[in-house]
């Protein structure tokens, strides 16, 4: 199936005659509705300096949950620092690719006939699913100037491995995130392209970034358009990224983090050694790898992701047998996970952020593989699922109506009140609980239902 290519077709034509149509600046417009299929939206949110009749680079943004006003909050800044028309699908969701691409062809329609994009700085982002969506997009297509991938990289079962694409792109990743992983990979895998690219590490779990680290990433992108002479250079703006860079490493350094720190020097020798002699920065970088401390720091770090690698091998392969049996238990889960969260709280930092990556991991494949692995044929597959993330995370409400639905569904009325009384005892606001009467239809009229919530 070819992916969004062909819109490009239309793009030159659709541009030319767009209209403003009276869009607000400077606002998140949290729905445009889609003309080609109507049950379709996007969020927008045009920079206080856009003009309709100039064209504008634009950033196309996938939330992995279709949360189209949450995908524009973290690219504000770089929208106001350098002009960039925000539009974030309201439909785009983690699944099939097919749909998103389907998705994707709309979106990118409806928004080169309605606003003025520059067509030489067109841009893709996202978050974890919408991120490996918006780097896909990029390798099907020669239309895209640069990725911003968050807490997502490249890995050897994607579906669309960069080649001989020449993107920029930027891996935004936690190094608590159940994905930091990938990087190592990823760094590996770009080197053998031409594919120009950084990698940004934070001190974050599986989550957006701030706007502060989105930033930084556009200002990098506004360095590539120096170079690739999408625009012309400003040299206050190149002194003021450059400070910036500078200042990030040198907090990195000041907090011990010194891996981040070395990747920081190191961007900066990569990227301003055609505009400014850095010798100084050279000292400092060298300095700093040769140093006892990142030495230390850099060999523990590759031990544990060498062990995170075991772990989870580990962890898959006891999920696929499990998976293949009528009934199953939970004895070897919970024995696992518990010993998982006590190393959690280590005082060892990259020790704990290695199990809180692993715990996540954890949870993310169980849940995932729940919801959209299409070779599940039974329901106590999807329950073994949904019970591990119980067990992983046993306050987060989402498993337990799963459970609730899926014991009423093979008769276990019993099993369901206990899931529920798991629920109430995890701490959620009653209230919450009572939004979801769709899923407790089934127990309304059973006593030990009604002692349950009156309790």
Sequence with gaps: MKLFVFVYLLLIHL????????????VVIDTVWVDKNPGESFSLYLPNQYEPENASPAIFIFEPMGR??????????????????LICSNDSKNGPYELNFAVANNLFSKAFSTLQIDQKRVYTAGFSGGGRLASTLAVQSDKIQGVVSCGAGFNLKSRALPSTQKFSYVSIM????????????????????PISFELFTYDINHRWPDQDQILLAYDWLQLEAYKNQLIEKDSTVLRRIYA????HAIA???????ISAAEAYQRILKNFGRHYHLDSIEK???????????????????????AEEALTDEFWLQFDKDLEKKNYSLNWWENRINKLKKKEVSDDLQESKMYKRLLYKIFAHAIETARYDSTLTTIQQR????????????????????????????????????????LLASGIDIKEVNLHENVLEGLKDNERFKDLMKE
């Design 284 to 306: 400092k970088y060298q300095s700093l790898r040769e140093s006892r401390q990142f030495k230390s720091q850099h060999k523990k770090n590759q031990d544990l992701l060498s």
């Design 15 to 26: 541009s030319l005659n767009a209209q403003h149509n009276g869009l607000e600046k400077g």
């Design 252 to 258: 990195q350094q000041n907090n011990k983090q010194l």
């Design 174 to 193: 936690g190094d608590e995130d159940m994905n930091y992983h990938e990087l190592q990979f990823t760094e590996t895998y770009l080197k053998k392209t």
């Design 68 to 85: 189209g006003k949450i995908g524009i909050q973290p690219f504000i800044s770089a929208a106001e620092q350098y002009g960039y028309i």
């Design 383 to 422: 329950m073994l699922c949904y019970d591990i993330c119980i067990l992983v995370y046993p306050t987060y409400p989402l498993p337990y109506y799963r459970q609730i639905q899926y014991s009423l569904a093979i008769g276990e009325k019993d099993k369901s009140l206990d899931y529920l009384e798991k």
């Design 244 to 247: 910036k860079f500078y200042k």
